[in-house]
Structures are given as C-alpha cells and as structure tokens.
C-alpha cells in the first residue's frame, strides 16, 4: 500500500511570495490533516479535512493561509504571501476515519528568506 | 491552545539501557499516542492508549494512560541505536476536534 506522498520536498521562497504544497493520502482515507512543524517543536495542526469538508481550521491562520481538498482525495494548502515566520516542515497525514491512526507523509520543508 | 509537556526535553544513554519518559497536559485526554520521528520523516505511531490506566507494550516500548487522564508515560528497555529520534505524545483533548502533539523528547543512543 502506498504511503502519503508529499510534493516538493523542498521550497525556499522570499518573503511576500506565494507558495503551495500538494498531498495525496492513503487510498480510501476520509480523513486529511496538514501539520506545521517549526525546528525544535512538535507539529501543530492547522486543519482537519472529513472527505472535502473541514472540521477543524481553528489553528490555521487564515489570513495568509489556505487549503482546500475538492474532491475529498488530494488536498493543497497555499500560503500567500509568505512571511519568515512561516519557515517550518508542512506536514498531511491522513487516516481511514476520524480518531483512527494518521499515517504521516515525508514533509515539505520550507525556507522564507 | 493546549500546551503537552514532555520531560526530559533531551536524553543522552548507552546502548543497552532502560529510558522512561513523559507527558503532561492541562486537560483530561481520551486517547493518548506515541509516536517517534526520525529526521526528515513524517511521525509514525508506535503505541495508541484509550482508557485510564491502560498498560500497553509494542516490543520494547511499554506505554500507559494515567489515571488522571492528564498524563501518559513511556518507557523503552535495552535501548539500541536504531531507537534515536524524537518522541512526541499526541492526542484529543475530550473537548472539541483538536488534535495535539506535545513537546518532544529527544533520544540519542550511545553505542
């Protein structure tokens, strides 16, 4: 079974500039989560999908970010623009339901100069 | 938000010897998770805890649910060097569809 794959890997980008990150989850996962994760911190969740309707975005600052998941599979967040404080790891998880297991994907690492 | 402590931040052992470690919250749990990630990885689960009190082993790794609900502990015996990385407790609060990952614990394995 394929893993959750993230893409880029990498993104270095100025300040002001837009960025997006893209995630495919498990095959037949309702459930999608998009984590930020700041060096020397555990992640933080900034939104929680059920198929392609959120039931968490509490934590994300909506402002600058945004996500979507439009046919209840892959899902992009978009940040725009971007500051420097926004350099971290952007991680998606995803898990067959709510409250089951969340299997991680690698993580896009981002650099806001 | 809710705030998940660990302690110790940071671990420094010898191969072979036992680790315990823990988490603290401000709010009752209903399920806590371990979970360990290597370095440019995403966290994979290791251990899910879903009621007081509950002891649960994975191998070497031993994990329980305080009575309090406010705390979980880890332990991990005869360490080897393949056990390096951060720890992280996580779970939902029983308010609300958060979910949290705490602090951290940092383990390094002296061969």
């Known amino acids: 079974e394929a893993g959750v794959a993230q893409s880029p890997r990498y993104k270095i980008i100025e300040k002001r500039q837009s960025v997006a990150f893209w995630c495919n989850p498990i095959s037949g996962?309702?459930?999608?989560?998009?984590?930020?994760?700041?060096?020397?911190?555990?992640?933080?969740?900034?939104?929680?999908?059920?198929?392609?309707?959120?039931?968490?975005?509490?934590q994300l600052p909506k402002d600058r970010f945004s996500a979507e998941r439009l046919k209840g599979v892959d899902s992009t967040l978009k940040i725009q623009p971007a500051k420097l404080e926004d350099s971290a790891v952007y991680l998606c998880a995803s898990a067959a339901e709510i409250y089951n297991e969340q299997f991680f994907g690698p993580g896009t690492r981002l650099t806001v100069l | 938000?809710?705030?998940?402590?660990?302690?110790?931040?940071?671990?420094?052992?010898?191969?072979?010897?036992?680790?315990?470690?823990?988490?603290?919250?401000?709010?009752?749990?209903?399920t806590w998770l371990w979970y360990k990630q290597d370095p440019g990885e995403g966290p994979v689960l290791l251990i899910a805890l879903y009621k007081a009190g509950e002891l649960t082993s994975n191998g070497r790794l031993t994990a329980q649910f305080g009575i309090?609900?406010?705390?979980?502990?880890?332990?991990?015996?005869?360490?080897?060097?393949?056990?390096?990385?951060?720890?992280?407790?996580?779970?939902?609060?029983?308010?609300?569809?958060?979910?949290?990952?705490?602090?951290?614990?940092?383990?390094?394995?002296?061969?």
């Open chain 1, 29 to 58: 996962h309702a459930t999608l989560y998009w984590y930020q994760q700041i060096l020397g911190q555990g992640p933080k969740l900034l939104i929680q999908f059920q198929n392609n309707g959120v039931v968490d975005d509490s």
């Open chain 2, 1 to 30: 938000g809710q705030q998940l402590n660990q302690s110790p931040q940071s671990m420094f052992i010898q191969e072979g010897e036992d680790v315990s470690m823990n988490c603290t919250s401000s709010s009752i749990f209903n």
């Open chain 2, 68 to 111: 309090t609900r406010k705390d979980s502990f880890l332990n991990i015996s005869a360490s080897i060097p393949s056990d390096v990385g951060i720890y992280f407790c996580a779970g939902p609060p029983n308010t609300g569809n958060q979910f949290y990952f705490g602090t951290g614990t940092s383990l390094t394995v002296i061969p």
